[in-house]
């Protein structure tokens, strides 16, 4: 069992940047890959990133980094836009099979809260 917890969101200007935490409880958190998802108001569900590799609406802009010994996994959002604006979800997964496996909501077996991000124009 992960449990997952979300910070770091709020309200940015266009072109600025945030970066989101998930901390994660549990002794086994080495063990599992990590993703960011997002979710608009009236929209799905959406892979942003995952250490093998990144939506393309972001990019060049967001990367993830990970520090199994603070069990802890960032989201850096840099040139935020306006189409950004979401509610953002780290999730972990026991892992998957196929290529870009990774990107699959049904991949991942814990979420988190969500924190909200909100880009102004």
């Known amino acids: 069992q992960v449990q997952l917890v979300e910070s770091g969101g709020g309200l940015v200007q266009a072109g600025g940047s945030l970066r989101l935490t998930c901390a994660a409880s549990?002794?086994?958190?080495?063990?599992?890959?990590m993703g960011w998802f997002r979710q608009a108001p009236g929209k799905e569900r959406e892979f942003v990133a995952a250490?093998?590799g990144v939506a393309e609406s972001v990019k060049g802009r967001f990367t993830v980094a990970r520090d199994n010994a603070k069990n802890t996994v960032y989201l850096q959002m840099n040139s935020l836009k306006p189409e950004d604006t979401a509610v953002y979800y780290c999730?972990?997964?026991?892992?998957?099979?196929?290529?870009?496996?990774?990107?699959?909501?049904?991949?991942?077996?814990?979420w988190g809260q969500g924190t909200q991000v909100t880009v102004s124009s």
């Open positions: 999730a972990a997964s026991k892992g998957g099979s196929g290529s870009n496996w990774y990107r699959r909501l049904l991949a991942y077996d814990f």
């Open positions: 250490v093998p």
């Open positions: 549990g002794r086994t958190f080495s063990s599992y890959a």
